[in-house]
């Protein structure tokens, strides 16, 4: 994720990278591919290769999964802490399990085509605001920092967040907010914050305010191939809105990012003697990329910022020192006094007023997502990501096949492009094509070749499925449709 100006000053884009997730349903994709196909007799074929690859890549994964239910019956926040008891095992037999649970989650997790959010990303994505205005932290006295810090050190990535320790949020895929209002207190913020700006570079306290310290950031290079292929995504906000009357009273509409899929991993810190194992694992969706805090875990209750309580005290002292100026003039003039108080007094005020507006929307975005925005949480989101990783492979095999099928000889970086022009041209998709997954997958299938200059051939269809076999699926269906016609 990268930030870049256009236009000027005035459009602010996003440049996204594209992922790997294909975000056809399955159904649909199988239906479009198959009405490609010529003769109805190779339509009937692929529909059956289909369903075999489908059944042979669950097969595949299932003990896997089981697996990973299994460890996390035992951290489950809600029953969990049960099951140990029952296992009678020691603490570093649970570190042990714990520690291979992590191990099977983040394997599904990249499965699933999901990414660790990294600083940049965090950067890029909180350098504005959306809907929330408030300045949201965590509490880390409540969030335990070594079931993690463990992991990492033992599985060690590049580009980690600073707070990876504590808690780990990963995202996939990317979509579009909007939402149109009059926005009459944001507005009134903005053209004190504008003026305010104004007043201290003209009296030139910016530079002795305005120097912000910056973390140094490790860049991951990039090839250009890359970036030209990246996404682009506009990001309107009220900051870079024009000042004129027509704008303050008029409705605007804002457009934000989204993350489209986002879950948070982290554990409670233990409280009293009893050690907490707890793993809490939350689901989101629709997140807008400037409001990433309401998914944080143990948020702490927002407050005054300490910018705020700066402005409180600094109207208070100016205030002062102007009555106090007034007062030892020969003739004091009670109305300008009054002016005075009033305008400190109403600016006082304004700023309280505009932080309990903004408290109000934080609530409203908090329960929002928590019964609009939150999918699911531990076992659910499991289980979920799960069907997720086997969609993927599945979709990508039929995918890659099927252009071996119908264009035929394809070295890898060839079909990778065929593979993205299909998606593109058939179903206005844009995505960056895990051709290698694929032909891993096809490979272990046994239903490709690959001849000495490196480029790939599928077999028939009818070979194909020959070679695949019939699968339990295949018979459990034929003896249930049997014994419906016996009955």
Known sequence: MFKSKANGIKKEVIRLERESVIPILKPKLIMTLSNLIQHSADRAEFVKFSKRVEYTIRAWYHLQFEDLMQLYSLFD???GAKKLQQQ????????VLEQNFLIYLFQVMEKSNFKIVSNEEIDVATAGQYLL??????????IDKALLKKYFEEHPKDNLPDFVDKYVIFRRGIGIDRT????????IDIIIARLWTLLMKRTRLDKIFGKKLGRARKKVPRKDEDISADLHVERIRLEKMELSIRNLISKTTIQEPTFDRIIVVYRKKSEGREKERGINIKHFKNIPMADLEIVLPEKKNPGL???DWVTFIASALVGLVAVITSLEMPKADLWVIFAILSTVVGYCAKTYLTFEANLAAYQNLITQSMYEKQLDSGR???LHLCDDVIQQEVKEVIIAFFILMEQGKATAKELDQRCEDLLREEFG??????????LAKLE???????DPTGKYASLGLTRANDIIGVTTEELVLKARQGSFQTE
């Open 429 to 438: 998709e844009s995505c960056n094509f895990d051709v290698d997954d694929a």
């Open 305 to 307: 910022t300490p910018m």
């Open 380 to 382: 659910g989101t499991l």
């Open 88 to 95: 009678n095992l020691s603490p570093e037999e649970i570190d």
């Open 444 to 450: 272990k299938l046994k239903v490709i070749s690959k």
């Open 180 to 187: 149109t209002n009059f926005f009459f207190l944001e507005k």
């Open 77 to 79: 926040p809600v029953y």
């Open 133 to 142: 205005n408030l300045p949201i932290t965590v509490d880390e006295a409540k």
